[in-house]
């Protein structure tokens, strides 16, 4: 499986960013698809998760303002960040892995297989 994630700026605190992320190969809609950043610094965090099937898991800090969503006929996923915070200020990147049942694993880098290439988000204050 291929990813390719696109859609990230500079932007000023409060504003709005949407990330893509299309894949090609494997079977798309069978796959828990997951974003995840890097700050400069720290480890790569889980921000949001959708599995096959509808649920969706998000890192705290951003519940109640980043979406995440797919397509499985266009084979993508995306990320609607909303009231954007200079915390936000990450490097994202998109991730397929195999479903699981377990929310702890779904939140977790070693659930997933396959990444795209990151996307620098700056968030001026």
């Known amino acids: 499986v291929q990813l390719q994630a696109s859609g990230g700026g500079l932007v000023q605190t409060g504003d709005s960013l949407k990330f893509s992320c299309g894949a090609s190969?494997?079977?798309?809609?069978?796959?828990?698809m997951g974003w995840f950043r890097q700050a400069p610094g720290k480890e790569r965090e889980f921000v949001a998760a959708?599995?096959?099937?509808?649920?969706?898991f998000y890192l705290d800090s951003t519940k109640g303002r980043f979406t995440i969503s797919r397509d499985n006929t266009l084979k993508t996923v995306y990320l609607q960040m909303n009231s954007l915070k200079p915390e936000d200020t990450a490097v994202y990147y998109c991730?397929?892995?195999?479903?699981?049942?377990?929310?702890?694993?779904?939140?977790?880098?070693?659930?997933?297989?396959?990444w795209g290439q990151g996307t620098q988000v700056t968030v001026s204050s």
């Open positions: 190969g494997g079977t798309f809609s069978s796959y828990t």
């Open positions: 991730a397929a892995g195999p479903f699981s049942s377990s929310s702890l694993a779904t939140r977790q880098r070693k659930n997933y297989n396959y």
């Open positions: 959708h599995r096959r099937g509808g649920s969706t």
